[in-house]
């Protein structure tokens, strides 16, 4: 079986988070059209960063003449000098720029503005910074900081098969695995395979000279409502620990669609139709069971590194793959992998970073529901601390944000000749009368910028996404 068939294996990946620790803010005003051909989760930033971790070693290659080992790569000056801290003479002009603009009746009768200077934390603006509003999805940067601190960013979840409680029984069990996929070449990109997971079950059953069995399929790990409090709706499955493809039935990757009423025995069913095809004979139809205690794996298949999940999750704005990490997040707190667990669970470990909460909640982690709420002051202060050398685990935050322009759901957002084109990386932020864009870019100056605003009550969204776009250009263009 080919390796892109069989997925992710359990070999150890090389910790290249931890190399670039030292850089963890360069690499962000990197050429727009590069990012544009790399995509977001293997981009020419991140090459360029592999780059220069292995300008480090001072070892490898045929060079090893008597007068001692070859030199190190030198570093593009250029590039990462431009980021070194610098004098914050722009707060006037800022201040000049942004205020007219926030006044803008698009944004309706309520916002929030944060503009600092990531290198040495100075606010460079604020308007009702520390105001607690609705972030609609731009509270997805909250989530997976909670995720990447709790977890770390090359955590990977395990969906598995153990042997059942009675003769010729097996379980398939997830484990909240978002990138999970039923595709022999999932459209998404890698992740857990149920393909390969049938083919080394299937394997494992006839090396122990069995041919047919019953299906149950345990999807325990997740307790409380399966259902989102906004209820069915096209924008999110109902969450459970075994979900394929995101409960969708064709091949789209984000974006709304209808959805599975119940993604967990539906994947089991797929699962059973991929043994048979392999050769194992299932009885009956798959049905709820619990994997007996201890039982060891048959076999097991591993999701898309936690980094990965990150950065597709708020590249594209995905709901589902939010929902996951912010019970993932509970599990490890040991709490309930629950709306209410991972509610607890994210507010404490967002807590153990030093970043005020104050008026926050978090009702649930993809924005969708109402009640959530957090000031623009913690969302920058969270894009400061992912950009922080000493918090290299929460670097995907800043490496997975869409470029505007260019990638997910700012491909299409301050296009062309706009200021921000290519420059700003930044979290939407969109519901009904609510709007936000949080991110990051590199100013005229060569300062690292993290910028947020929040908008309530807003009239209409197409008017509200242009006011946004307008302050992101404004931050990106004022020296």
């Known amino acids: 079986m080919c390796d892109r068939e069989r997925g992710w294996s359990e070999v150890p990946l090389v910790k290249t988070w931890q190399l670039i620790a030292g850089s963890a803010v360069a690499g962000l005003a990197l050429s727009a059209a590069m990012v544009a051909t790399a995509g977001p989760w293997d981009s020419g930033q991140r090459k360029a960063e592999r780059d220069r971790a292995a300008s480090w070693s001072r070892t490898g290659g045929a060079d090893h003449a008597a007068g001692g080992l070859p030199q190190a790569a030198p570093i593009a000056p250029g590039v990462l000098g431009g980021l070194a801290p610098r004098p914050n003479t722009g707060a006037a002009a800022l201040a000049g720029t942004l205020t007219p603009l926030l006044a803008d009746p698009a944004l309706g009768t309520a916002r929030g503005a944060s503009v600092i200077d990531v290198a040495t934390g100075q606010v460079l603006y604020e308007s009702g910074a520390g105001d607690a509003m609705t972030p609609a999805s731009t509270i997805k940067i909250a989530t997976a900081s909670a995720a990447l601190a709790a977890l ?72 409380g409502p399966v259902l989102h409090p906004i209820g069915r709706d096209e924008n999110i499955a109902p969450v459970t620990a075994l979900t394929a493809d995101e409960g969708r039935p064709d091949d789209s990757t984000s974006g709304p669609v209808e959805r599975s009423g119940d993604p967990s025995k539906d994947t089991a069913r797929s699962f059973a139709a991929l043994l048979r095809d392999r050769g194992i004979k299932v009885g009956g139809e798959p049905a709820k069971a619990k994997a007996p205690a201890g039982a060891q794996p048959l076999a097991t298949t591993l999701s898309t590194p936690l980094a990965g999940l990150v950065e597709r999750m708020l590249t594209n704005s995905d709901n589902d793959i939010a929902e996951a990490l912010a019970r993932q ?65 929460l670097r995907p935050v800043l490496t997975g944000l869409p470029v505007a322009g260019f990638t997910g759901t700012l491909r299409a957002r301050n296009t062309g000749d706009s200021p921000a084109a290519g420059l700003v990386r930044a979290k939407t932020g969109t519901l009904t009368v609510a709007n936000g864009l949080a991110g990051t870019v590199v100013d005229p100056s060569g300062r690292l910028l993290a910028f947020a605003f929040l908008a309530a009550n807003t009239p209409d969204r197409t008017a509200a996404e242009k006011s946004l776009d307008k302050l992101a250009a404004a931050v990106a263009a004022t020296p």
Do not use: C, M, W
Request: no cysteine; charged share 20%.
């Open 329 to 393: 997040t509970a599990l490890a707190a040991g709490r309930p992998a629950s709306f209410e667990g991972a509610e607890k669970a994210v507010s404490e470990k967002l807590a153990s970073l030093g970043v005020d909460l104050t008026g926050t909640r978090f009702a649930d982690g993809s924005g969708l529901n109402r009640a959530d709420r957090l000031s623009t002051r913690l969302l920058t202060a969270l894009l400061a601390k992912a950009a922080d050398p000493r918090h290299p685990e």
């Open 152 to 223: 770390g960013p090359e955590h990977r979840i395990r969906t598995t098969v153990t042997a059942g409680a009675g003769p010729g029984e097996i379980v398939l069990v997830g484990g909240g695995d978002p990138s999970l996929t039923a595709k022999k070449k999932s459209p998404a990109g890698s992740g857990g395979s149920l393909v390969a997971l049938a083919a080394d079950t299937a394997q494992a059953l006839k090396a122990a000279g069995t041919d047919t069995v019953t299906l149950g399929y345990d999807d325990s790990l997740y307790t």
